[in-house]
């Protein structure tokens, strides 16, 4: 099992709709989760750190589920600028070289 | 303010050929790194430094080295390039280590191309 899956996509909606990803990982030591954006040929950005009483930012709201060890990013009124990869990140804090991103979920927003 | 730079932006190399990629990153960060991203794969960390003259290996260091001899510079080397290293690579700095909270910077990437 990979340590950080998540579903590759691509999620096709219109715009103003509402989409929501999950990422699910296997390390329970885990303890920082980011979504971290990434636009065709870019590099990837940050766009949240994910709290464990749930967090939001605009139309962005993160959520994690420590006992089902999963993350989840759920996207309102969406936006032709939404269209990216999103990246799941988790890092359980002991090692700089335990920071394992996810392969990414695409999205196009469509018009 | 550039944030994070790195050079060049594409190459292409014939196996066996060397090269070496620069980082620089003028935000006074401790911490920079080195990931490459395939298809499919995700980011995966080849190799990391916590500081000036220090480096560490990540998860997949085989066949790369690296060197931190200012602390705004992270220079990352293929010694013997070869088809497998085919990739893009991001370098990236924080301000402190990702077990913080403290995001991580990434420059714009290298396109390598091994044949």
């Known amino acids: 099992r990979k340590e950080v899956e998540q579903d590759p996509g691509p999620f096709n909606v219109p715009e103003g709709a509402t989409v929501a990803f999950n990422c699910t990982y296997s390390n329970s030591a885990s303890q920082s989760f980011f979504w971290y954006r990434q636009d065709c040929r870019k590099e990837p950005k940050l766009l949240m750190s994910?709290?464990?009483s749930g967090n939001e930012d605009g139309r962005f709201t993160a959520q994690l589920n420590r006992a089902s060890q999963y993350i989840s990013l759920l996207i309102r009124d969406s936006k032709l600028s939404d269209s990216a990869t999103y990246l799941c990140v988790v890092n359980d804090r002991t090692s700089y070289d335990k920071v394992i991103f996810g392969p990414g979920t695409s999205l196009s927003v469509i018009p | 303010n550039a944030g994070v730079t790195q050079t060049p932006k594409f190459r292409v190399l014939k196996t066996g050929q060397s090269m070496t990629l620069l980082c620089a990153q003028d935000?006074?960060?401790?911490?920079m790194y080195w990931y490459r991203q395939d298809p499919g794969m995700g980011l995966r960390l080849i190799h990391y430094s916590v500081g000036e003259g220090t480096t560490a290996k990540g998860e997949v260091p085989d066949g790369y080295n690296v060197s931190r001899l200012k602390k705004q510079n992270f220079l990352l080397g293929l010694e013997s390039a070869a088809p497998s290293q085919t990739s893009v690579y991001f370098c990236a700095s924080s301000a402190t280590g990702t077990g913080g909270t403290y995001e991580q910077y990434f420059g714009p990437g290298t396109r390598l191309t091994v044949t």
């Open positions: 935000m006074n960060h401790e911490y």
């Open positions: 994910v709290y464990s």
